[in-house]
């Protein structure tokens, strides 16, 4: 049966060519994710789906139990996880609640976000259409932001998560690594607090928080993090204790999916395969560990996000 996309397929004079090269590319995106383990197996899934499937139908308990579960796997497997987030936009409403999220779990004080949501509204289909793109540190695989210092400073650990010196990584060596980071997911922390000049400093902004295995305490003495570069760390310190990021848990729009890519039964290994995704600007080769899903634009014959990002 004919969809909207057939349509406008064929409206291109598209249809048939490019839904067969379409079909191909499904059929062996599927067979090599077959036989691929751990993040290579989306090195395979370029695996375009011939069509988008339909946002994920189960309520946000279930989803999180799910991924609980699949942690806990994870965590108990006696082998190192792989770990990756898979962001379905279809599904974000825009409400900030896991950037507030973010924040309660490791504040950043002002100006400073390890977790943002960013809007934009694109200019196709009849009527204006707006993406809500949730986004932190990417996790790369091959980081520019650790080629910017000397080695050690930033360390790529093998569960995937890049880690900072919170003690070396400072100054103008805190400020190279923002600069590299092409996404400005870095944010050099000043120290500051919301509350610093008001009559009374609240306690949830100078309360003990981790971060790469370390208590810290903002406040205007001795606060160790001052002048540091910070980013998403994708709640390792949570992770440690078997629990999902804040901002996954957080999530009002069941929007974000979190686990190990390396288990094949899953959420985020199931979920990714034979689907189109994004993984940002691909052509830097930085291999992403944040996972967009490709999603169908209203009027649009392109489903890609690569219409308004480089390749
Ligand atoms: S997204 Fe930016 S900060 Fe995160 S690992 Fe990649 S280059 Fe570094
Ligand atoms: S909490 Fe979920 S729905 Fe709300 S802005 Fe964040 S990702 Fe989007």
Redesign the pocket.
């Known amino acids: 049966m004919a969809n909207h996309r057939d349509e406008a397929e064929k409206k291109q004079g598209l249809a048939g060519p490019r839904r067969a090269f379409l079909q191909v590319l499904a059929g062996a995106g599927a067979g090599a994710a077959a036989a691929g383990v751990g993040l290579s197996v989306l090195e395979s899934q370029k695996a375009e789906a011939a069509e988008i499937p339909p946002p994920l139908a189960e309520s946000s308990g279930a989803v999180l139990i799910r991924m609980q579960q699949d942690l806990e796997r994870a965590l108990t497997s006696g082998r190192t996880p792989s770990w990756v987030m898979v962001v379905d936009t279809r599904k ?7 950037t507030v999220a973010c924040k309660a779990e490791v504040p950043t004080g002002p100006g400073g976000f390890n977790r943002r ?1 960013i809007q934009k509204e694109l200019p196709i289909g009849p009527r204006p259409y707006r993406v ?1 793109k ?1 986004v932190n540190c990417l996790q790369c695989d091959d980081p520019p932001c650790a080629k910017a210092v000397p080695a050690g400073m930033i360390r790529k650990r093998a569960d995937g998560i890049v880690e900072f010196d919170s003690v070396s990584l400072a100054g103008g060596y805190a400020l190279a690594a923002a600069k590299a980071c092409p996404w400005g997911l870095i944010h050099i922390d000043r120290g500051a607090t919301y509350t610093m000049n008001t009559p009374a400093p609240q306690p949830y902004e100078t309360r003990a928080f981790e971060e790469y295995g370390r208590t810290f305490r903002r406040g205007p003495q001795n606060y160790e993090l001052q002048d540091r570069a910070r980013k998403c760390t994708f709640c390792a310190h949570r992770l440690e204790r078997g629990e999902l990021p804040a ?1 996954v848990t ?4 069941s ?2 999916y979190f686990g190990d890519i390396s288990d094949r039964s899953s959420l985020v290994y199931q979920i990714t395969q034979g689907r189109r995704i994004f993984r940002g600007h691909e052509n830097l080769g930085v291999k992403p560990r944040v996972i967009y899903f490709e999603e169908s634009m209203p009027g649009a014959v392109h489903v890609d996000c690569q219409a308004c990002h480089s390749r």
């Open positions: 974000c409403v825009g409400c900030d609640a896991c949501v809500f949730p901002c957080t999530c009002l729009g929007a974000m």
